[in-house]
């Protein structure tokens, strides 16, 4: 799996700082260093409908911890 979270000064300081720490502390819980690819990326100018967070080539907008791990719990 990979995840991209968009670290642009936008979705940081509207949750992606929340969500990577959520989502480090999900890939340790489940041990799952070898299987997830977590990366961050530049703004890509959709900062409005952020903090926006790629998982396996799907965008998502509008990204909190519960729908991270919804998301995630489904995909493990
Ligand atoms: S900061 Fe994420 S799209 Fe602009």
């Keep these: 799996m990979k995840i ?3 670290m642009g000064s936008s979705c940081f300081a509207r949750g992606n700082a929340q969500n ?3 989502i480090e502390n999900f890939i340790k819980e489940h041990k799952l260093e070898a ?3 977590l ?3 530049r703004c890509e ?3 409005a409908t952020g903090p926006n967070i ?3 080539g799907v965008e998502y907008s509008e990204m909190n911890e519960e729908k991270l791990e ?3 719990k489904s995909k493990i």
């Design 39 to 41: 990366a961050g990326n």
């Design 54 to 56: 790629i998982i396996d």
């Design 20 to 22: 990577l720490e959520f």
């Design 4 to 6: 991209t979270v968009c």
């Design 45 to 47: 100018g959709k900062c």
């Design 70 to 72: 919804e998301i995630l």
């Design 35 to 37: 299987e997830i690819e």
